[in-house]
C-alpha cells in the first residue's frame, strides 16, 4: 500500500479489519445485485452512496449511479432534475475527501457537470481546498481545466492562478506546467500582450529564477526554463539546413560515368553502376510534400518529372532527409561541355512540417556537372578486394581544394532577431557561477551552446565550444548517476565542433591509398578513436564515401536530435538526422564499438550505396534486452512489411528467433565486404545464413567467399 | 545489498490469493481481472505458473465478459477497457486466446474510438491516453490492430506531449511516468516513436532517479517501486536506459523486500502489496538481465538461476506491449 508503514497488526486492529471488510462485502453483494435487477429505488441509491464512500474506486457503482439518473429523469418532473444532480453532486465530494484520487469520483463529476443542470459556481471553491490539500493533485488539475473552460475562464487569468500557487510554494511542478500549457496557446492565437513573445519570455526568465535560485536541487524550475530557451532559439518553420550537391559544387563525372566531384574522387561504384546522381536535401525537420512542384529541377538534361523519395525508416511520407536520383544513363552528355543544375525549393506551396508550418525561406541551390574526357577507372576493381582500415593506408591531406563539396550551403535564410542573443546573453551571466551546482552547470553548457549558435559565423570570438566541454566533463564527475547523458551530449558537441567547417575537418580527412590502385586516391573521414558515445552532424557529413568510426563508444547510429543547430546565416532550429541522410556512403567502419544488436545498425537499411561494412568487435548478440528494438522499424512496430517468405527460406534449419534481426538489416543491402567477427552472435551458422542473405558479398570477415 | 528473496515472494502472492476475505481483498474487488495480470505475471516470471489452475482461472475470466465483447473487473462488474485487456492478457500468458471470440473482443474496443483518435474507457465517455494504448496493446495482441484508426490515435497522443517532452492524461494534462509509459508503448506498437523527443523525454525519466535510487513519477515526488516499471520500460523503449544508474536502482528495488514475509512494497519499509510486488520483481528479472550482462553479475548465481528459469521469461515485461507475442507467434508460423 502507497506509504503504509510495514509492521504487524495488533489484535484488535485485525478485528475491526475483519468487520470493516465483512461490511463492506455486504454492501458490494446487494449493490451489484440492485444493479443486476435495475433496481433505483431511494433505499438502493442510498447503498451505492454507502458503498462509494467507502470504496470510491468501485467503478460499477458510479455507473449505477448514471443508470439510476437517467432512470429517475424520465420519471420525474424537470423541477425535480437539479436536485436529482446536485444529489450526484454530494455524493462525488464524500468520494473525494475519502481519496481525491478516485478516476471514478472525477468523471462522475464531470459527467454530472456536462448535462448542465447544475451550477458551476460552487466547482472553484471545491478545487481551491481539494488544491490546498494537495497542490500536485493532477485529477484535481485536470479537473480545473475542465471547468474553467466550461466557465470560460480566460487563459490570462488562469495563468495569475498559476502565479498565486507558485507564490505560496515555488515547487509545485504542476503550476510551471500549466503555465507552459497556457503561454503555448497565448502565443499561439496571438493573444494582446502576447503577441510580442520576447517581452513575455523576458519576464518569465526572471519569473522561474525565483524556482531555480531558491533551491537549485528541487526541479520545479529546470524543465521550465529549458522551454523557455527552446522558445527564445527554435523556429517553427521548416528549413533546409544542408544538400548534396551543395550550392555552387561543381561535379565532374568521368566518361565512363564515374563521378569526381570537385577535386574529391568519388569512389562511390553504384553511382556509376546505375548512372544515377544523387540529389539530398536535408531538412530542419520532418517535412512532407516534397515533390516536382515544390522542389523544381531546371536543367538541360532534364526530360522527365523527378519523383524525390522521403528517407525514413519507418515507410512514413514525411522525412527530414529527401532525395532524387537523376538518371544519367539517360542523357547524352556532351564531353567537357558544362551543365547548370538549378533546384528551386519552396518557392510554391506544399512544404509542410508535422506540425503544420510552412516551409519558411524559399531558397535556390544551383551547382555544375560536368563530363571529362574518360579516364577508365576500373571501379568493378574495388569489388573483392579487401578493404583495409590499417593507418599506413592513410595519408593527411593538407587542405581542400576550392569548392569542394565538403561545406555545407549557403542558403537564404533570415537572421535572428537580436533579442533573442540578449535574452540569452543576460542568462547567462545569470547562471555564470563557480558553485559546484548541477543545475547551473548544465544550463550554462545550454546557454553557450545557444549563444554560440545564434552569434554571426564570423564572429569567433564568441566560441565557447571548449567550455562547454569542459562543463560536460565536470558534469560526469559532478553526478555520476546520469554521467552517461553528459558523455552523449558530449560526444554530439564534439562531433559539432569537427564537422562545423572545412578548417575543423582537415585534420580528420586522410586520402586513402587502395594499395593496388596507385592512380586513385580516395577520402576518408576517420573519427576514430575520440570515444564517442553517440554520432551526430550528418547533415555536415552528406558528401563522405568513406567513413571511420571505430574504437569509439557507440551503441547506435540512430537519428539525434541537437536542440539548437546552426545555420549558416545564425538561424537556431531542432535539428534530427540519422546515418541514413549519408546517401554517398560506401565504406564504413564500425568495428569496436558497443552496438549491442541488429536493429542499433538500422539506418543502414536506406543507404543503397554501402558496400564495405565492418562491425568486427561489438557487443551483437552479447544482450538479451534488445533497447533498440522499439524504435528500429520492425515487424515489432505495425508498420513494417517483412519479408517473410525470403526470410523463411534463407533460415531453413536455423533458429528464426537469432536471425530475424540481422535478416531485417541486411535484406535489402548489396555489401560486397562484411566483417562481423568478434560478436557473440556471429557462430558459423550465422555466417552461412548471411551469406545467404547477402548474395552480393565477396569477402566476409576478412575471408574470401 | 541483499539478494531477491524470490521464493518468499512466490509464497506471499499465493498467500494473498487465498486470502480473498481480508479488507484489502473486498476492496479491490472490482479491479481483481488487474490483480490476476499482476500475480500471474510474477509467478511466470518466478517460474512458477504451473502452480496455478488453469481452467479455473480461464472458466473465472469467461465468466466476467459481457455480450458486448468487453470484460469487467470481476463477475457483476461492468466492462471497461481496463480489465478487458488484462483479461487478454492472461489469456495469452497461459496461450488461451482460442477461448475467445477475438472479433467480438476487437469490435468492442474499436467502438471505444472517438472522432478525435481518442479512446474512451467505457460507454460513459472517460478519455485518456491509457485508453489509447491498452486498445493499441489489446488489438495488437488479437492481431487486429487494423481494425482501428491507428493515425488519428497517434495523432490523439501527440496532441497530449508537454513541455517537458512527456505526455499526459488528456492535452494539457502534466507529464506523469505511468502516463508515458502508455503513451511511448502506444507509439512504440504503433511504429510511431519517431515522434517523441527522446533526448528531452530522456533527460526528464533520467532526473526522476533520486539520490535514494528509486525513480519517482514525476518532480519533486517521492520515489516508489512502481515506477521503476514505468520509468525504466519507457527509458528502454526510447534506449535510454544507460542515462539512469542501474546498481543504485536494484539497490532501492531490493531494499524494499519485506525479507521475513515475502512481498515487495512502493518505499522501504512501507507495507507491501500484490502491485509492488509485480513491478518489483518485473522491474528487477529486467534489471538483472539487462544489467548483469553489462556490469558483471550483481546477484548470485544461484539466485539468478532461480529468476531465469526459461529464456522465454525475459519476454513477459515487454509482453505488456504486446509485440513480443506477436513476432513469436510469427515466427512459429512461419516456421511450420
Given at each position: ?157 488562469e495563468l495569475k492562478y498559476t502565479e498565486k500557487v507558485i507564490g505560496v510554494n515555488f515547487s509545485n511542478y504542476s503550476a510551471w506546467h500549466n503555465r507552459s ?518 569477402l566476409l570477415n576478412d575471408e574470401e567467399l | 545489498m541483499g539478494d531477491l528473496v524470490a521464493e518468499k515472494h512466490v509464497q506471499y502472492i499465493l498467500s494473498v ?320
Amino acid at each position: 500500500m502507497h506509504g503504509r508503514p510495514r509492521k504487524p497488526l495488533k489484535e484488535e486492529d485485525e478485528s475491526v479489519l475483519s468487520a470493516k471488510a465483512e461490511k463492506l462485502h455486504s454492501l458490494q453483494s446487494q449493490f451489484l445485485a440492485n444493479h443486476q435487477n435495475r433496481i433505483y429505488t431511494k433505499e438502493a441509491l442510498d447503498l451505492s452512496a454507502k458503498l462509494l464512500e467507502i470504496n470510491p474506486e468501485c467503478y460499477t457503482a458510479w455507473n449505477y449511479r448514471k443508470l439510476a439518473v437517467q432512470h429517475n429523469l424520465s420519471e420525474s418532473n424537470s423541477d425535480s432534475d437539479a436536485s436529482l444532480f446536485d444529489q450526484e453532486l454530494k455524493v462525488v465530494e464524500n468520494a473525494l475527501k475519502k481519496n481525491f484520487k478516485s478516476y471514478g469520483a472525477w468523471h462522475h463529476r464531470k459527467w454530472v457537470l456536462s448535462k448542465g443542470h447544475s451550477s458551476i459556481d460552487n466547482e472553484l471553491r471545491l478545487l481551491n481546498d481539494f488544491q490546498k490539500a494537495d497542490a500536485r493533485n493532477f485529477h484535481a488539475w485536470n479537473y480545473r481545466r475542465f471547468v474553467t473552460a466550461l466557465m470560460k475562464i480566460s487563459d490570462e487569468d488562469e495563468l495569475k492562478y498559476t502565479e498565486k500557487v507558485i507564490g505560496v510554494n515555488f515547487s509545485n511542478y504542476s503550476a510551471w506546467h500549466n503555465r507552459s500549457v497556457l503561454l503555448s496557446t497565448l502565443f499561439k492565437r496571438k493573444a494582446e500582450g502576447f503577441s510580442h513573445k520576447e517581452k513575455v519570455l523576458q519576464e518569465e526568465y526572471k519569473y522561474v529564477h525565483s524556482a531555480i535560485f531558491t533551491d537549485s536541487d528541487d526541479q520545479s524550475g529546470w524543465f521550465y526554463h529549458l522551454w523557455l530557451i527552446d522558445q527564445t532559439v527554435k523556429n517553427d518553420a521548416p528549413l533546409l539546413v544542408s544538400s548534396w550537391p551543395s550550392h555552387g559544387a561543381n561535379i565532374t563525372l568521368n566518361g565512363n560515368n564515374s563521378l569526381h566531384g570537385s577535386g574529391l574522387s568519388l569512389l562511390n561504384s553504384t553511382l556509376s553502376d546505375t548512372k544515377t546522381l544523387p540529389v539530398i536535401l536535408c531538412f530542419n525537420q520532418a517535412v512532407e510534400g516534397v515533390n516536382s512542384s515544390t522542389v523544381v529541377v531546371k536543367s538541360e538534361l532534364l526530360k522527365e518529372d523527378l519523383v524525390w523519395k522521403p528517407l525514413s525508416t519507418n515507410n512514413s511520407s514525411t522525412a527530414q532527409v529527401w532525395v532524387v536520383y537523376l538518371n544519367m544513363g539517360n542523357m547524352k552528355l556532351q564531353l567537357s561541355k558544362t551543365y547548370s543544375i538549378e533546384i528551386n525549393i519552396g518557392h510554391s506551396m506544399g512544404i509542410l512540417s508535422s506540425n503544420g508550418y510552412h516551409y519558411g525561406a524559399p531558397s535556390q541551390i544551383t551547382f555544375e556537372v560536368c563530363v571529362q574526357t574518360a579516364y577508365t577507372e576500373p571501379v568493378d576493381g574495388q569489388r573483392g578486394k579487401l578493404t583495409s582500415w590499417k593507418d599506413n593506408d592513410f595519408r593527411k591531406i593538407d587542405h581542400f581544394e576550392e569548392s569542394n563539396p565538403a561545406v555545407s550551403a549557403d542558403h537564404h535564410i533570415p537572421t535572428t532577431s537580436n533579442w533573442c542573443m540578449e535574452a540569452i546573453d543576460e542568462e547567462i551571466t545569470n547562471f555564470q557561477d563557480l558553485s559546484d551546482c548541477k543545475i547551473r552547470k548544465l544550463t550554462l553548457a545550454r546557454l553557450l551552446i545557444a549563444l554560440d549558435l545564434l552569434s554571426p559565423q564570423h564572429d569567433k570570438r564568441k566560441n565557447h565550444t571548449e567550455e562547454v566541454l569542459k562543463l560536460y566533463t565536470e558534469l560526469m564527475k559532478l553526478d555520476p548517476t546520469h554521467s552517461l547523458y553528459y558523455k552523449d551530449e558530449h560526444s554530439l558537441l564534439l562531433l559539432q565542433q569537427i564537422t562545423s567547417s572545412r578548417e575543423s575537418l582537415i585534420p580528420y580527412c586522410h586520402y586513402y591509398k587502395d594499395a593496388s590502385e596507385t592512380n586513385t586516391s580516395y577520402v576518408c573521414l576517420r573519427l576514430q578513436n575520440l570515444s564517442l558515445s553517440r554520432m551526430g552532424s550528418f547533415e555536415n557529413l552528406l558528401w563522405v564515401q568513406m567513413l571511420d568510426l571505430s574504437h569509439n563508444e557507440l551503441r547506435s547510429i540512430e537519428a539525434v536530435t541537437i536542440a539548437f543547430k546552426k545555420l549558416e546565416k545564425g538561424l537556431t532550429v531542432n535539428f534530427l538526422t540519422g546515418l541514413e541522410a549519408m546517401q554517398l556512403l560506401s565504406c564504413l567502419n564500425l568495428s569496436h564499438n558497443k552496438f549491442g544488436s541488429f536493429t542499433a545498425l538500422g539506418p543502414l537499411r536506406l543507404l543503397k550505396s554501402l558496400k564495405v561494412l565492418n562491425i568486427s568487435c561489438n557487443e551483437l548478440g552479447s544482450h538479451s534486452i534488445d533497447t533498440r528494438r522499439y524504435l528500429c522499424s520492425s515487424p515489432l512496430a505495425h508498420s513494417e512489411v517483412f519479408a517473410w517468405d525470403r526470410f523463411e527460406i534463407l533460415c531453413g534449419s536455423y533458429s528464426a528467433t537469432k536471425f530475424w534481426e540481422a535478416f531485417l538489416i541486411f535484406e535489402s543491402l548489396n555489401l560486397t565486404d562484411l566483417n562481423i567477427a568478434g560478436n557473440a552472435v556471429a557462430d558459423e551458422n550465422f555466417a552461412s545464413f548471411i551469406v545467404k542473405v547477402l548474395p552480393t558479398l565477396k569477402l566476409l570477415n576478412d575471408e574470401e567467399l | 545489498m541483499g539478494d531477491l528473496v524470490a521464493e518468499k515472494h512466490v509464497q506471499y502472492i499465493l498467500s494473498v490469493q487465498k486470502k480473498k476475505d481480508s479488507f484489502e481483498s473486498v476492496v479491490m474487488e472490482h479491479l481483481r481481472m488487474n490483480g490476476a495480470y499482476w500475480g500471474l505475471t510474477t509467478l511466470h516470471l518466478l517460474g512458477k505458473l504451473d502452480t496455478v489452475d488453469v481452467h479455473e482461472v480461464v472458466s473465472w475470466i469467461m465468466s466476467c465478459q459481457h455480450d458486448e465483447g468487453g470484460f469487467g473487473g470481476n463477475v457483476g462488474h461492468d466492462p471497461h477497457i481496463l480489465y478487458t485487456l488484462s483479461a487478454v492478457q492472461v489469456l495469452a500468458l497461459f496461450n488461451k486466446l482460442d477461448v475467445i471470440d477475438a472479433d467480438k473482443v476487437t469490435n468492442y474496443i474499436v467502438g471505444l474510438q472517438n472522432e478525435d483518435g481518442s479512446f474512451s474507457g467505457d460507454i460513459w465517455g472517460e478519455v485518456d491516453t491509457r485508453f489509447s494504448y491498452i486498445a493499441i496493446c489489446c488489438l495488437s495482441l488479437l492481431h487486429r490492430l487494423d481494425r482501428i484508426n491507428v493515425d488519428k490515435a497517434v495523432k490523439y497522443i501527440i496532441s497530449c506531449q508537454n513541455m517537458d517532452g512527456g505526455f499526459g492524461c488528456t492535452p494539457g494534462g502534466e507529464s506523469h511516468a505511468g502516463q508515458i509509459f502508455c503513451c511511448v508503448g502506444a507509439l512504440a506498437i504503433a511504429g510511431s516513436l519517431d515522434l517523441v523527443d527522446k533526448d528531452l523525454l530522456g533527460w526528464w525519466l533520467c532526473e526522476r532517479q533520486v539520490k535514494s535510487g528509486g525513480l519517482n513519477g514525476r518532480p519533486e515526488k517521492l520515489p516508489d517501486v512502481c515506477y521503476s516499471w514505468w520509468v525504466l520500460s519507457s527509458l528502454i523503449m526510447i534506449d535510454r536506459v544507460h542515462w539512469i544508474s542501474k546498481e543504485k536502482l536494484i539497490k532501492f528495488i531490493l531494499d524494499c523486500q519485506d525479507t521475513d514475509n515475502g512481498g515487495i512494497s512502493d518505499r522501504p519499509d512501507d507495507a507491501v502489496d500484490v502491485f509492488h510486488t509485480y513491478f518489483g520483481v518485473a522491474g528487477n528479472v529486467f534489471l538483472f538481465f539487462v544489467f548483469s550482462t553489462l556490469f558483471g553479475h550483481v546477484i548470485s548465481k544461484d539466485t539468478q538461476k532461480g529468476i531465469f528459469k526459461k529464456p522465454s521469461d525475459f519476454l513477459l515485461p515487454t509482453s505488456c506491449f504486446g509485440s513480443c507475442h506477436k513476432i513469436d507467434h510469427l515466427i512459429s508460423l512461419c516456421l511450420c
